[in-house]
C-alpha cells in the first residue's frame, strides 16, 4: 500500500518535471521564434489632409520623418510595439524627433492644423479626427494607445539618454528610454530609481499611468519619484514642471498619462543599491490554493499588531501567476519574490521570505538568488516576449481570502471556455500583487486617489495578461478577458471587498481608469489640462490611451 502510494506520487513527480521541462521549452521557443508576420495586407491608407500635414512635417523636419517608402526605418519603427495589434496600425508618417526642438516644431504644426480643422469643423457641424498618436515603449497593450491608422505617429525612441548627477541623488531619463537602458548604467554605479521591473519596457508610459517597481515598498510609485518633467506643451512650447515650477502640472502628469502634454525628459530621484535578491518559484497547479493563502498571509502582514512580522519594506511582491497554457492544455503558478538587498547573514533566503509559507511550499523548481537588478528585470521580461496578440484588464479588491479566491475562480471559470474555443497559442493569466497604503503614501503626491481615501487595509492588483496567436480570436479573448474582470467586480462588491482604483497601465480598452481616481482629482486633472492646452489638442488630436471626458466648461 504504501509502496503504491510511494510510486504514485513518484510517478506525478516525475511527470510533473516532464511538463515542466515543456513549459520551459515552450516559452524559450516562443522567445526565439517571436517573428513578426508578413503585414503587406496592411497597406497604411491617409486622407488627403493628411498627406499635406505629413508634407508640411517633411519640409520642417527633413531628416526626422518617416513615410512609408522608407520601407526598412518605417517597418523597424511600426515593428517595434510590444503587441502584434499595435503593429498592424498603420500611421500615414512618423516623426521620430531628434532633439526637442524638432518636437516642438513638430507640435506646432500639429496645433495649427488641428486648429483649421476646428475652424472648418465647427463651420460644417462635424467633429474633429485624431491626428496624432504618441508613443514611448510602445508596451501598452491596448490596440491604438500608441498608434494611429492613417495619422502621424510621435515616436520619441531617440530621447534615450540616461545622465545620473555627480552625487548620485538623481538621474535624467529620456521619455523613450527602456528600463533596461537605465539599470546597467545605474547597475554599474551602484545606484538605482524607483522604476519597472521588465526591461523592455518603456519609460514614458509606465511613469506617466503611476508605476509599480520593486522599489514602491521604500519609495512609493514611480511617479511619486519624478523631481521634474521636461514637457511640449500644445502650445509648442517646452516647459518645466516640478515642485516650484508649474507644481499643478507636476502633480497632473504623476497617473494623468498623455492628456497634458509630450513628456520629453524625466529627473528621478536615485538611491545606492547593491544587488538584489529575486526569482520565481514554479509550481504545479494543485498547489493554487496554497499559493491563495500564503499570498494573504503575506501581505496581512502590513495589518498585524505582531512586530516580529512586520512588513519588511525591502520585500516586494509577492507577484502571483497562474497560467493556463492552451497548446500544452496544462497549468502552472508562478510566484515572483523580490527583496531589494541581499539576503541577510549571508543566507540563502531573507528572513522575511524565509518565514513566510512560501518557503515550505513544494515547488518544481526556484529561481531565486542574489542578482542585479538587469537580470531580475530581464528574468520578468522573458516571461511577456513581444511579437503576440496581447490584452489586459484590471479590478481593485481588499487583501480577502475569500475575494481572493472568487478571483482564481473567473480564471478558472474561462479556462473551460477557452478550452473548447481551442484558442491557438492562447496563455491567460491571472496575476496578483499587492497595493499597500503605506506605498501609496510615500513619495510626492500623486492624484490617484488614493493617498487621503481613508484606506488602511492592504490592497490586491487583480489583472489578466492574454496573449494568442491569430487575429480571427480577438474578439473573443477581448469579450473573456472583460467578462472575467466584472464576475470579479460582482463578487467585491457583493462583500464590499472592491476598491474604484483601477491601475491605468494594466486597463483594457473598455476600462475607465481616470474615473477610478475620485470626483476631485479628475476635477483637477481637467482644470490643469484645460490650462496648459486650452484648446484640448491632447483630448481630440491627439488619439490612444484614456482622456478626461467632458471638460469644464470655458466660463
Ligand atoms: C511585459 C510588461 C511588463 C510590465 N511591467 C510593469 C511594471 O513592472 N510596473 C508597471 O507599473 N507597469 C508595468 N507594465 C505596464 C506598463 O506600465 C505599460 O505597458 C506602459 O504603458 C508602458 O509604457 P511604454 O512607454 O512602453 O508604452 P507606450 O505604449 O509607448 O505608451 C503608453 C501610453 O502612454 C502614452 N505616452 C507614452 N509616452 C508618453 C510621453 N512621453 N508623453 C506623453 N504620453 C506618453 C502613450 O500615448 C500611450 O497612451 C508592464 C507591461 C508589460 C507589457
Ligand atoms: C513579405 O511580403 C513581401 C511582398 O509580397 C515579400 O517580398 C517578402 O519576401 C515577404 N517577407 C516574408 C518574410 O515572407
Ligand atoms: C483605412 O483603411 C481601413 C481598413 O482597411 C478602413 O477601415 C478605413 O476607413 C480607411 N481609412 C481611410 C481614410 O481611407
Ligand atoms: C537599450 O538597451 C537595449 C537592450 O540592451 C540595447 O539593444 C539598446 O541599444 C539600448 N539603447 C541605448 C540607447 O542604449
Aim: charged share 20%; proline share 4%.
Amino acid at each position: 500500500m504504501t509502496f503504491q502510494l510511494l510510486s504514485i506520487s513518484a510517478t506525478a513527480t516525475l511527470l510533473l518535471i516532464i511538463a515542466s521541462n515543456y513549459i520551459l521549452h515552450y516559452v524559450r521557443s516562443v522567445l526565439r521564434g517571436a517573428k513578426r508576420p508578413n503585414r503587406t495586407d496592411l497597406a497604411s491608407n491617409s486622407t488627403e489632409s493628411t498627406v499635406l500635414l505629413g508634407n508640411s512635417l517633411a519640409s520642417a523636419l527633413p531628416d526626422s520623418i518617416i513615410f512609408p517608402h522608407d520601407a526598412a526605418a518605417f517597418e523597424q519603427s511600426v515593428n517595434s510595439y510590444w503587441a502584434q495589434q499595435e503593429c498592424e496600425v498603420i500611421p500615414a508618417c512618423i516623426v521620430r524627433p531628434r532633439d526637442v526642438q524638432q518636437l516642438c516644431t513638430a507640435v506646432h504644426i500639429l496645433k495649427s492644423e488641428y486648429d483649421e480643422r476646428g475652424k472648418k469643423d465647427s463651420r460644417e457641424k462635424e467633429k474633429v479626427e485624431g491626428m496624432f498618436a504618441i508613443r514611448s515603449g510602445g508596451h501598452s497593450p491596448v490596440s491604438g494607445a500608441a498608434s494611429i491608422r492613417g495619422g502621424v505617429l510621435i515616436d520619441l525612441s531617440l530621447f534615450h539618454e540616461v545622465t545620473p548627477s555627480e552625487d548620485g541623488s538623481s538621474v535624467v531619463i529620456g521619455a523613450g528610454a527602456k528600463w533596461v537602458n537605465v539599470s546597467k548604467i545605474l547597475d554599474e554605479k551602484g545606484l538605482a530609481v524607483t522604476g519597472g521591473r521588465s526591461s523592455a519596457v518603456g519609460v514614458g508610459g509606465l511613469t506617466l499611468g503611476g508605476g509599480l517597481s520593486f522599489f514602491s515598498p521604500r519609495f512609493g510609485l514611480v511617479c511619486s519619484n519624478i523631481i521634474s518633467y521636461e514637457v511640449v506643451l500644445a502650445s509648442g512650447c517646452v516647459a518645466t514642471a516640478s515642485a516650484t515650477t508649474n507644481s499643478d502640472l507636476w502633480q497632473a502628469l504623476k497617473g494623468g498619462s498623455n492628456n497634458f502634454g509630450i513628456v520629453t525628459r524625466i529627473t528621478a530621484r536615485s538611491f545606492r543599491c547593491a544587488k538584489i535578491w529575486s526569482g520565481f518559484l514554479y509550481l504545479p497547479a494543485f498547489q493554487a490554493t496554497k499559493v491563495l493563502a500564503a499570498f494573504h498571509e503575506f501581505v496581512n502582514r502590513a495589518n498585524s499588531g505582531d512586530h516580529s512580522i512586520r512588513y519588511d519594506s525591502q520585500a516586494a511582491g509577492p507577484i502571483a501567476c497562474f497560467t493556463y497554457l492552451q497548446q500544452l492544455g496544462i497549468e502552472a503558478v508562478a510566484v515572483n519574490l523580490v527583496y531589494t538587498n541581499t539576503p541577510e547573514d549571508g543566507k540563502k533566503w531573507p528572513v522575511c521570505w524565509r518565514t513566510s509559507s512560501f518557503r515550505s511550499l513544494w515547488r518544481l523548481w526556484s529561481t531565486c538568488k542574489v542578482r542585479t537588478l538587469t537580470s531580475a528585470t530581464d528574468e520578468l521580461n522573458a516571461l511577456n516576449p513581444p511579437g503576440r496578440r496581447q490584452a489586459f484588464g484590471t479590478t481593485t479588491i481588499k487583501n480577502d481570502p475569500a475575494t481572493l479566491a472568487a478571483a482564481h475562480c473567473a480564471y478558472r471559470d474561462a479556462i473551460a471556455s477557452i478550452r473548447r474555443k481551442n484558442i491557438k497559442g492562447m496563455s491567460w493569466t491571472l496575476v496578483l500583487q499587492p497595493l499597500l497604503p503605506e506605498w501609496f503614501r510615500k513619495g510626492d503626491p500623486n492624484p490617484l486617489g488614493l493617498q487621503n481615501d481613508g484606506t488602511d487595509e492592504p490592497l490586491v492588483i487583480v489583472s489578466f495578461t492574454v496573449n494568442w496567436a491569430e487575429r480571427q480570436d480577438d474578439e473573443f479573448v477581448a469579450a473573456t478577458t472583460r467578462q472575467a474582470v466584472e464576475q470579479i467586480e460582482a463578487t467585491a462588491t457583493a462583500k464590499n471587498t472592491g476598491h474604484r482604483y483601477r491601475y491605468l497601465n494594466y486597463c483594457g480598452e473598455w476600462q475607465k481608469p481616470l474615473e477610478g481616481y475620485g470626483e476631485e482629482n479628475l476635477r483637477f486633472l481637467r482644470e490643469v489640462a484645460r490650462k496648459y492646452d486650452p484648446g484640448g489638442l491632447f483630448q481630440k488630436g491627439c488619439v490612444g490611451g484614456f482622456k478626461l471626458g467632458s471638460m469644464p466648461s470655458e466660463a
